[in-house]
T-cell receptor
Framework: SQTIHQWPATLVQPVGSPLSLECTVE??????LYWYRQAAGRGLQLLFY??????ISSEVPQNLSASRPQDRQFILSSKKLLLSDSGFYLC?????????????FGPGTRLTVL | KQEVTQIPAALSVPEGENLVLNCSFT??????LQWFRQDPGKGLTSLLL?????REQTSGRLNASLDKSSGRSTLYIAASQPGDSATYLC?????????FGEGTQLTVNP
């Protein structure tokens, strides 16, 4: 069966510090991968998605970047965090063999920027 | 650009009630519509997925309907239980992307 992992679970960082959040998927090959952010009391905003190694699409201009160094690894990064980067970050995967397949979400990372 | 709206934003009901959550979307050119559940501080759990060619899906006490032409979906929860308390999110799929509503926060009181 497939599983998706995210770490860390929680993170408190000062403004201006770097960020690296990691997401890995097990039990599937060549998945589509997604990073979402959920601000308090808001819906999910798609930040990045990837259909393959090194292929990243950005949905919104921002202070963040994403990379996919391996097939089942997706990393969200920032060189200098802003207060507005605080939120709940969710990674998800879906099958690449058919459009419209459901997305499976990881447990999330709660980021607080102080 | 697809926009998804969920009404109500919050709902509080006594245990045992049947209830309906509403979702509307602006662009009817969708592949499917999904309902997710999110517990506080947790990730999302997929509840039901309705393909664009379908009109409803059922799982246990949950029933989701889809009227693509009018841009609406409902999630019906029968005989609600305190364990159903969570935020319910509706999402529509356009290609590989999901557009989410802001969710309905449900509280079922014992």
């Amino acid at each position: 069966s497939q599983t998706i992992h995210q770490w860390p679970a929680t993170l408190v960082q000062p403004v201006g510090s770097p960020l690296s959040l990691e997401c890995t998927v097990e039990g599937t090959s060549n998945p589509n991968l997604y990073w979402y952010r959920q601000a308090a009391g808001r819906g999910l905003q798609l930040l990045f998605y990837s259909v393959g190694i090194g292929q990243i699409s950005s949905e919104v201009p921002q202070n963040l970047s994403a990379s996919r160094p391996q097939d089942r690894q997706f990393i969200l990064s920032s060189k200098k965090l802003l207060l507005s980067d605080s939120g709940f970050y969710l990674c998800a995967w879906s099958s690449n063999t058919q459009v419209g397949k459901t997305q499976y979400f990881g447990p999330g990372t709660r980021l607080t920027v102080l | 650009k697809q926009e998804v709206t969920q009404i109500p934003a919050a709902l509080s009901v006594p245990e045992g009630e049947n209830l309906v959550l509403n979702c509307s979307f602006t662009d009817s050119a969708i592949y499917n519509l999904q309902w997710f559940r999110q517990d506080p501080g947790k990730g999302l759990t997929s509840l039901l997925l309705i393909q664009s060619s379908q009109r409803e899906q059922t799982s246990g006490r949950l029933n989701a309907s889809l009227d693509k032409s009018s841009g609406r979906s409902t999630l019906y929860i029968a005989a609600s239980q305190p364990g159903d308390s969570a935020t319910y999110l509706c999402a529509v799929a356009g290609g590989s992307r999901l557009t989410f509503g802001e969710g309905t926060q449900l509280t079922v009181n014992p």
